[in-house]
Each structure stands twice: as C-alpha cells, then as structure tokens.
C-alpha cells in the first residue's frame, strides 16, 4: 500500500506532525531511497528508506529562519511579551516567538486550516483565521501587542503597516518582510513572478521605508532574509518601531539599503 511520504515520515517519528515533515522536505533534507524527494504528496510504498539528513528545522516552517535571523540580528527582544504574527500560514514565526519568551501571539492570516496543529491547540496562541488584518481594530484583541511579524504576499506592506500599527503598544517593533515581487510595478516582475534587477529591490526597499516613515514607523534595521521565497525570489527584513502619531522620522539605519542589497546578492544569487 502506498502512502503520502509526509504521513510515512509522521508514521516512523522523523517528524512532529505532517507540516513539519513538508517543512524537512522543502529545505530539501528528506531521501527516497538515496535521492532527494522535494513534494510531500508523493506516493511511496510503506518499505522504502526515508531518511532526514542535515540540520532539521526548529521551527514548523522555514519562516521561522526568517524571525530567527532578524532577532539575532537586530537586537529585537520578545521574552515576556504580547506578539502578533501577520500573514501566519504554517506558524513558523508564531513558532519562533513562543521559543524566544513571547507570552502570547495572536497568529493572524486570511486562510484557513493552515497553522500548525501543535500551535493551534498551544494555550499562548490565539488562532485568528480568515482575518484580514487590514479590517482588524484593537476591540478585537484582548491585549495590544508590544511587536508584530509580518509575512504577507499578493499585497503591498503599504496596505498592512498602518492598521498594524494602530494595533500596537506605544513604542511598539515591527518586523516586516519586503517581497519585491508584491511591491514592484507588474512591468519589473519576470517569468514566474520573480524579480532579479537588484535596483529594482533598491527602489521598493525605499519605497516601503518611505512609506513606514511618513506613518510614524521608524527604520532601525535592515538584512535580506537567509532564505529566498518559494520562487527564487531574494527578500528583506525590515525592523520599525513605532513613534508617536505626527512624529516625522528619518531612517536609523546604521547600513545602506544599497549595501544590503549588494550583499543579498553576492550571497543568494
């Protein structure tokens, strides 16, 4: 009898769960009788030889890379706080907060039955389905949050970082991925959706900030992320904190945006 090589790898205790197998898979660390296996969904008899090699994901998805290397990074502390992860799907962020002290996180995504079982059924996690942030106020979260992820795609961050904002506590952090696919011009995005022109990312980079400034969100820091999105595209992680409402910012960025572009890719590409 065949079987989905996820539930094989659930069934034989190399993995947690189904998403955290699909997670191995992805990274590319799952063999099939010696060869690489990249689908989750592939049917394989129940006698085959799956092995995980490499280092496994901590976190019930790659996304979780993505939070770790901007904690690390930037010097953003969650340790006894309210979070909120924007854009959840799987629940790596979600994921990586609680293993770094985060109290609670309200994990927020317009899809459904998406989120990590474990994380579901985790007392600390609020699981807000079917919610589009951009209609969420403060009357529907029991306790504002002191810092947000945001992960989102097929919208641009200028729709998200305000009603994020006004979500927050005063002097409120927000880390937000910038995918230039979904904030460049349709006439700038190639084949598949990716964008490879680095000016290209120079320019939405600026763009985001821009835009993060003029709404009292100030620059900290940026990186690119450690890991590119699923169609090859380079992305970056921007660090804001809130100001108060009129506050006119600059950025605090200690790196050129034009610096971290060439070094995202000189490494990634």
Known sequence: MKKRLDLLMVERALAPSREKAKAYIMSGDVYVNGQKEDKAGTMFQETVKIEVRGNTLPYVSRGGLKLEKAMNNFGVSLEGKVSMDVGASTGGFTDC???????KVYSIDVGYGQLDWGLRNDPRVVCMEKTNIRYVVPEDIQEAPQFSSIDVS??????????????????????CLIKPQFEAGREKVGKKGVVRDPAVHLEVIEKVMAYAMSIALE?????????KGPEGNIEYLLHLRKRPEGTICESALEVSPEAVVQEAHGQLD
């Open 219 to 227: 620059p900290q820091h940026l990186s690119f992320s450690p890991i």
């Open 97 to 103: 907060m609680l293993q770094n002290g985060a109290v």
């Open 154 to 175: 097929f919208i641009s961050l200028t729709k998200v970082l305000l009603p994020v904002r006004n979500l927050l506590t005063e002097d409120g952090e927000i880390v």
